[in-house]
């Protein structure tokens, strides 16, 4: 197995993990909160889809999904276009509301794009510096595994927080 197989493998498993967390949730289950404080499973989701098609695209080189596909026009929210949802306040997180098949749809459309992508990556493509904000500065490489773990660190949330709500 090479490098690009075993990422084609890791972010396979995102929509899988997503899915499993949202599929048949009513939107006011996919909008509930442990606390006033916490996320819902819709904004987890919608970050998460987010962060992939803003980190990726960055990195290939094309215009976001969520706007060059009419993602941001469907879900219509009271945000700029560029917003992933780093730093939103409890406020921001309560206003992220979409139905499980907007949200998976939107991810599943993100995870075409980063596939179609990532087939065209050799071992080498790996090593390129896409970030010198760092130290030490980060690889093509890093970032992708970067982006699949956080991913799946919020699909885990997400299904997580779930099963808390369907035991209420």
Known sequence: MDAKDLLLDLYGRIPDAVHAAVDGLDEETLTARLDPEANSIAWLVWHLARVQ???????AGHEQTWTADGWAGRFGLPFDDGETGYGFDADQVGRIRASAELLTGYLDA????????????SDTDLDR?????WDPPVTLGVRLVSVADDDLEHAAQAAFLRGVLERR
């Open 53 to 59: 098609d803003d980190h990726v695209s960055e990195v």
């Open 110 to 121: 993100v995870q075409d794009r980063t596939t179609a992508y990532l087939r065209t990556l």
């Open 129 to 133: 510096v896409v970030d010198e904000q």
